[in-house]
């Protein structure tokens, strides 16, 4: 297992904002969802490879950038730390 050393940036005021999105964000996100349960309705099964791979990855790489530690991603996971490092290994690891 990988073992990190992350700092808590965060709580530094450092890293990405959590906080709501744009109105525009919002609407394209909408639309989004609207279009995925669409395809999950007809392919359910390319709509969850097509979210969780690219998606996953990409989310997996801005907490890395962050720095997050184990326990906050953990915590926003809902897991201990040894499983949502497992977890972000995964979809760092997904190709």
């Not at 184990?70 to 977890?87: H, Q, V, Y």
């Amino acid at each position: 297992m990988l073992e990190y050393a992350w700092p808590l940036k965060r709580a530094q005021g450092q890293g990405r904002s959590q906080g709501a999105y744009p109105t525009a964000l919002t609407e394209l996100l909408d639309q989004l969802e609207t279009q995925l349960t669409t395809l999950a309705d007809q392919a359910p099964l390319a709509a969850l490879d097509r979210l969780t791979r690219r998606v996953g990855r990409d989310a997996a790489y801005a907490a890395e950038a962050d720095e997050l530690s184990p326990e906050t991603i953990a915590t926003a996971l809902g897991l201990s730390p040894d499983k949502a490092c497992s977890r972000l290994t995964g979809y760092l690891l997904r190709r």
